[in-house]
């Protein structure tokens, strides 16, 4: 069994005697820490907290990896890679707030990567109880490996591996009536994120990635989400597909373009809606212009030509969710 280090707990291998106060020294504080609940009583029963006389260290009762050639470090490290996450349906999750929302919604979590020595505060052992409880394969990690599998500069020692679901146009929930964001081309990761955390914000139903660039299981966009990725259903097509889609549904699509006749503020987003959204560098493509519906422009009034994509979809869906409010 390999072992390792909790934290705040500081041993380093003796001998003789000096050994034996030490370990006294060590029980004395894991018992402490046990009475105070810093660590979860079923993450104790877990960890097992028994010493490994031989290293002189605290043996732990989970899979661990201390070496940066193991072949979970390498699988972790291409996971960054689009293509290689398309073939292994799976994709990285980082952080303590996305992997706990991952786990609230229910989604389905293959194996929990911890490592207390990034845990900025040892409440942080709540995950990996919660993880464990939904019987997710946790793998306690040294630091050495985790820095080389994390994508952040300042890890917090929590890194998940979840599977990917594909969601069709018609898997998509939809409200009485509908709310949809739709977002078309987007290129940027980051905004693909955080278009998701505006979307939950403002109650949508749903995301539509429409011919995306930026690909939805990107490590930076369900980062820049904030956890919203677990929540928001979301699902990517092209723009011919949704088109007859909406049509079929009875859904409106709203555009945002610069060149449209009528401001935001005039266009009724009482009904069934799909705000629709483009990439700033180029807007939306003659396909959405051309399609029934209603175009409406963001009023600007100093130099600015365009505002960001999230931005645009934040103002246009509070303004949804502004008129419903006034309408029920």
């Not at 999750?93 to 040892?122: H, I, M, N, Q, S």
């Not at 990690?141 to 500069?153: H, T, Y």
């Not at 869906?317 to 029920?328: G, I, N, T």
Request: charged share 25%; hydrophobic share 45%; net charge positive.
């Amino acid at each position: 069994m390999v072992t390792a280090t909790p934290p705040h707990l500081d041993y380093r291998h003796r001998s003789g005697a000096q050994t034996d106060l030490r370990k006294a020294n060590l029980r004395k504080q894991v018992e402490d820490l046990a009475r105070k609940a810093v660590i979860p009583k079923k993450i104790q029963l877990r960890l097992r907290l028994a010493m490994d006389a031989r290293h002189g260290r605290m043996a732990v009762m989970f899979e661990s990896i201390t070496s940066v050639r193991n072949p979970r470090v390498k699988h972790l490290v291409r996971l960054r890679d689009s293509s290689h996450r398309k073939r292994q349906g799976r994709f990285p999750v980082e952080g303590r707030r996305e992997v706990e929302r991952a786990l609230k919604t229910g989604w389905p979590l293959e194996t929990l990567y911890f490592c207390p020595d990034f845990f900025p505060r040892v409440d942080a052992y709540s995950v990996v109880e919660a993880a464990d409880a939904a019987s997710v394969d946790c793998v306690l990690m040294d630091k050495v490996p985790f820095a080389k599998a994390s994508l952040r500069e300042n890890p917090d020692g929590i890194l998940a591996v979840a599977h990917t679901r594909t969601l069709s146009l018609d898997d998509l929930p939809a409200g009485e009536p509908p709310l949809l964001l739709v977002a078309q081309g987007i290129e940027k990761p980051g905004n693909l994120g955080a278009l998701l955390r505006t979307a939950d914000a403002t109650g949508a139903d749903a995301l539509v990635a429409c011919d995306p660039v930026a690909d939805l299981y990107n490590p930076n966009a369900v980062r820049a989400s904030q956890g919203s990725f677990f929540h928001v259903p979301a699902a990517a097509t092209s723009t011919e597909v949704l088109l007859d889609w909406l049509a079929d549904k009875g859904i409106q699509p709203v555009m945002t373009t610069p060149g449209a006749e009528r401001t935001l503020w005039e266009a009724d987003l009482t009904g069934a809606v799909a705000v629709v959204v483009g990439a700033e560098a180029s807007g939306l493509p003659s396909a959405w212009l051309a399609a029934p519906g209603t175009s409406v422009r963001l009023p600007m009034r100093g130099l600015a030509d365009s505002l960001n994509v999230n931005t645009a979809a934040a103002v246009c869906l509070y303004e949804a969710m502004r008129q419903r409010s006034s309408a029920r």
